[in-house]
Nanobody
Framework: QVQLVESGGGLVQAGGSLRLSCAASGRMFRINVMGWYRQAPGKQREVVATINSGGMANYADSVKGRFTISRDNAKNTVYLQMNSLKPEDTGVYYC???????????WGQGTQVTVSS
């Protein structure tokens, strides 16, 4: 079974930066999509950014130009560099892995990001 462990969340002032990391372990095919989702209390979980094994990335409109997703395939790790943070970025950020060969979704436990004004 694949396990995902996030790190890097915390409290930051508006305009600041945070870097999230998610390390995947276990048996997995190299062809997959990894991404970051977030959820604020009382709201639906939404996609923030995704990246496939070839490096093709997609971003939510709300974070384009501010966030950058990247991955290190050798380390089975995905990152999210978050710059120019806004209070509306506050939420629990979850790492996700979508298997494209064996079609299975895996989720991390989440890491809290709080942006103060």
């Amino acid at each position: 079974q694949v396990q995902l462990v996030e790190s890097g969340g915390g409290l930051v002032q508006a305009g600041g930066s945070l870097r999230l990391s998610c390390a995947a372990s276990g048996r997995m095919f190299r062809i997959n999509v990894m991404g970051w989702y977030r959820q604020a209390p009382g709201k639906q979980r939404e996609v923030v950014a995704t990246i496939n094994s070839g490096g093709m990335a997609n971003y939510a409109d709300s974070v384009k130009g501010r966030f950058t997703i990247s991955r290190d395939n050798a380390k089975n790790t995905v990152y999210l560099q978050m710059n120019s943070l806004k209070p509306e970025d506050t939420g629990v950020y979850y790492c996700n892995l979508k298997g494209l060969v064996i079609r299975t979704d895996y989720w991390g436990q989440g890491t809290q990001v709080t942006v103060s004004s």
